[in-house]
């Protein structure tokens, strides 16, 4: 089994996947070179030495354009499923929401299911309790019905917060997994600002 990637090395094999997927060939040193802003060709070249070193790779030294993703690589993905981490999502005080793309996580298709997945990185610990904890990676369908009591990732006003939600006479109230921090009530005049982005159906661990 490969060994486990850095974050960055991570990031430069997704880019590496998506690219391969959206044109059909991989990028060269210096594309990489500039889509991650480092200083020289060299940086992308041994960030892709260290990715082969560790099985996910293959590539012939001297030829551009010859990076191929590994066979053992190729093998795992028939069973896997590509979801877009956009950033990061408060598991605590609301924050302004970031839908920008940081990387293509391919995630077993078996454990993850859903019509529009996404991940976002959490920050903070008020969903501790329910298992969900600083810098993990929640994974929520973005086309699925959040039934009361569901935990979901909820924005207003270009705020967003991971919670579990309740529908209420009132409104809704979004309840914390841990004690230390108070359910925020929104109330019916305010429900037409709300927007569900996505309900959870999944954690990677990343620690």
């Known amino acids: 089994m490969p060994a486990a990637l850095t974050e960055r090395q991570a990031q430069v094999f997704a880019f590496v996947q998506a690219r391969q997927r959206a044109v059909g060939f991989?990028?060269?040193?210096?594309?990489?070179?500039?889509?991650?802003?480092?200083?020289?060709?060299?940086?992308?070249?041994?960030?892709?030495?260290?990715?082969?070193k560790k099985g996910y790779l293959q590539r012939t030294a001297g030829k551009p354009r010859s990076i191929r993703i590994a066979r053992s690589t190729r093998n795992r993905e028939k069973d896997a499923v590509h979801v877009p981490l956009l950033g990061r999502i408060p598991a605590g005080e609301p924050t302004a929401a970031i839908?920008?793309?940081?990387?293509?996580?391919?995630?077993?298709?078996r454990w993850f299911r859903g019509e529009s997945l996404f991940a976002l990185r959490v920050r903070g610990e008020s969903m501790s309790?329910?298992?969900i904890c600083d810098g993990d990676i929640a994974v929520l369908d973005a086309c699925r019905e959040v039934a009361d009591g569901k935990i979901a990732a909820v924005v207003l006003d270009d705020e967003a917060t991971l919670k579990r939600l309740f529908r209420t006479g009132g409104g809704l109230r979004?309840?914390?997994?841990?004690?230390?921090?108070?359910?925020?009530?929104?109330?019916?005049?305010?429900?037409a600002d709300v927007r569900v982005a996505g309900v959870?159906?999944?954690?990677?661990r990343t620690c």
């Not at 979004?174 to 429900?191: G, H, K, S, Y």
């Open 200 to 204: 959870f159906v999944g954690l990677v």
């Open 99 to 109: 839908e920008e793309v940081e990387e293509i996580l391919p995630l077993p298709s």
């Open 129 to 131: 309790g329910a298992g």
């Open 174 to 191: 979004l309840v914390a997994e841990n004690p230390a921090f108070r359910d925020r009530i929104i109330p019916r005049t305010r429900l």
């Open 26 to 52: 991989m990028p060269t040193l210096d594309e990489i070179r500039s889509h991650f802003g480092f200083s020289s060709p060299n940086a992308a070249r041994e960030h892709l030495r260290l990715i082969q």
